[in-house]
């Protein structure tokens, strides 16, 4: 398979090095050379450390950076079977390169988006076949994380729904298949994680270390979301909840933080830029942070009240999206856990601390607040009738 990556920064070199890795050819393109020079010295420093590592050895090593070809001409990935574009989040530019790409490739060419949250259908509408069109969304770093949604547009044929599926998964990756809709799953789901922490943050209920430490220690998340966010970058993340609020005809759930919009308009992007919820040093890390001890009654009880209040807001969301159909309950949990690495399916989570709990913990959140962002989905108040469960 001739498989074509269009854009050579983290995320499509990333899945360039995926594609090459199970065997496909890939012809890398982008329109600035020095990046592309980036592109393949990057890669050359990976294959150096897997080698190192006992991972591959050197014969893999060539054979997989002799599999990728770097290339300035759209004309080049002419002949490729499958092409994914990997640009900036802009519908006007995808839609753009889309139509003069469908002017190169043959009739039976997949060309797919790996956009994170903007509508398949409405980049499929600047072809004249849209119906060769899908959304191949990976996560970053591509070539580590397990996790790739799948996202058929309207005019999406089931040929090409299912060559796309089989692809990636002959590539290695876990595939969660995603109705077209904003966020997908993963990028819909995860949003209380930012979202309601920084509405905890600016009730002044506790601040940014204590709320990242209470969701590491009693939920087991790698990472908290204020060290997330920063890793991810303000801005970045900022615009996805933006987007999806937006794409949500401005749904409370999703509303962005005023904390973070502030911050992204002052530069204080996090990690790359040095200073975000946290201060870092050069090489990354936090530093002139206290850590906050959670071992009194007293902090005990903070750190609970925030993890649950997170956990079942991630919980509600993705009740919802299995009650809306935007994926089964398999596809939502491994899209958590493979494409965030969340510790658990929520769903399973929900189970686990059990759907009379959840409804109970959101009923409470609502008649304090009385916001849209805190009503329950409708499937989770109908189980806890029944008395079912998700498994």
Same mark, same amino acid.
């Given at each position: 398979?001739?498989?074509?990556?269009?854009?050579?920064?983290?995320?499509?070199?990333?899945?360039?090095?995926?594609?090459?890795?199970?065997?496909?050819?890939?012809? +890398?393109?982008?329109?600035?050379?020095?990046?592309?020079?980036?592109?393949?010295? /990057?890669?050359e420093?990976?294959?150096?450390?897997?080698?190192?590592?006992?991972?591959?050895?050197?014969?893999?090593?060539?054979?997989?950076?002799?599999?990728?070809? &770097?290339?300035?001409?759209?004309?080049?990935?002419?002949?490729?079977?499958?092409?994914?574009?990997?640009?900036?989040?802009?519908?006007?530019?995808?839609?753009?390169?889309?139509?003069e790409?469908?002017?190169?490739?043959?009739?039976?060419?997949?060309?797919? /988006?790996?956009?994170?949250? =903007? /509508?398949?259908?409405?980049?499929?509408s600047?072809?004249?076949?849209?119906?060769?069109?899908?959304?191949?969304?990976?996560?970053?770093?591509? #070539?580590?994380?397990?996790?790739?949604?799948?996202? #058929?547009?309207?005019?999406?044929?089931?040929?090409?729904?299912?060559?796309?599926v089989?692809?990636?998964?002959?590539?290695?990756?876990?595939?969660?298949?995603?109705?077209?809709t904003?966020?997908?799953?993963?990028?819909?789901?995860?949003?209380?994680?930012?979202?309601? !922490?920084?509405?905890i &943050?600016?009730?002044?209920?506790?601040?940014?270390?204590?709320?990242?430490?209470?969701?590491?220690?009693?939920?087991?998340?790698?990472?908290? #979301?204020?060290?997330?966010?920063?890793?991810?970058?303000?801005?970045?993340?900022?615009?996805?909840?933006?987007?999806?609020?937006?794409?949500? &005809?401005?749904?409370?759930?999703?509303?962005? !933080?005023?904390?973070?919009?502030?911050?992204s308009?002052?530069?204080?992007?996090?990690r790359?830029?040095?200073?975000? &919820?946290?201060?870092?040093?050069?090489?990354?890390?936090?530093?002139?942070?206290?850590? #906050?001890?959670?071992?009194?009654g007293?902090?005990?009880?903070?750190?609970?009240?925030?993890?649950?209040?997170? =956990?079942?807001?991630?919980?509600?969301?993705?009740?919802?999206?299995?009650? =809306?159909?935007?994926?089964?309950?398999?596809?939502?949990?491994?899209?958590?856990?493979?494409?965030?690495?969340?510790?658990?399916? +929520?769903?399973?989570?929900?189970?686990?601390?059990?759907?009379?709990?959840?409804?109970?913990? =959101?009923?409470?959140?609502?008649?304090?607040?009385?916001?849209?962002?805190?009503?329950?989905?409708?499937?989770?108040?109908?189980?806890?009738?029944?008395?079912?469960?998700?498994?």
């Open positions: 398979m001739i498989v074509g990556i269009i854009g050579s920064g983290t995320m499509g070199s990333g899945i360039a090095q995926v594609a090459a890795t199970a065997g496909s050819t890939v012809k +890398l393109y982008d329109t600035n050379q020095a990046a592309l020079d980036k592109a393949k010295a /990057s890669l420093k990976i294959m150096s450390r897997l080698v190192e590592k006992g991972r591959i050895d050197n014969a893999e090593k060539a054979r997989i950076q002799n599999s990728i070809t &770097y290339v300035t001409n759209l004309k080049d990935l002419s002949d490729s079977n499958l092409t994914i574009e990997a640009i900036i989040e802009n519908l006007d530019i995808k839609k753009t390169v889309f139509s790409l469908e002017s190169y490739v043959s009739d039976d060419c997949i060309i797919a /988006s790996n956009t994170s949250s =903007l /509508s398949i259908a409405s980049i499929a600047s072809l004249q076949k849209p119906e060769r069109c899908v959304g191949i969304h990976f996560f970053n770093p591509a #070539p580590l994380m397990k996790l790739v949604e799948v996202i #058929p547009a309207v005019q999406t044929s089931k040929a090409v729904l299912d060559q796309s089989e692809t990636i998964t002959n590539w290695k990756k876990t595939v969660a298949v995603a109705k077209d904003p966020g997908f799953i993963v990028n819909r789901v995860a949003r209380p994680f930012y979202g309601e !922490s920084l509405r &943050y600016e009730e002044g209920i506790a601040d940014f270390a204590t709320i990242d430490k209470a969701l590491k220690t009693l939920g087991g998340f790698r990472m908290g #979301p204020f060290e997330l966010m920063d890793f991810i970058g303000n801005d970045v993340n900022y615009t996805v909840t933006e987007t999806v609020f937006t794409a949500f &005809y401005f749904d409370p759930r999703y509303k962005p !933080s005023f904390t973070q919009k502030r911050l308009e002052a530069g204080y992007l996090g790359k830029s040095g200073k975000g &919820y946290y201060n870092y040093d050069q090489n990354g890390k936090i530093i002139n942070t206290c850590h #906050p001890e959670l071992d009194s007293s902090h005990q009880a903070l750190a609970q009240t925030i993890f649950d209040r997170v =956990l079942v807001m991630l919980i509600n969301e993705a009740a919802d999206a299995l009650f =809306l159909n935007i994926a089964s309950a398999e596809d939502i949990d491994n899209a958590m856990t493979k494409g965030v690495n969340y510790p658990k399916g +929520l769903l399973a989570w929900a189970d686990e601390k059990g759907i009379d709990w959840c409804v109970d913990t =959101l009923d409470n959140l609502y008649n304090e607040y009385h916001e849209d962002r805190y009503r329950c989905s409708p499937l989770l108040r109908k189980m806890k009738k029944n008395n079912s469960r998700f498994y």
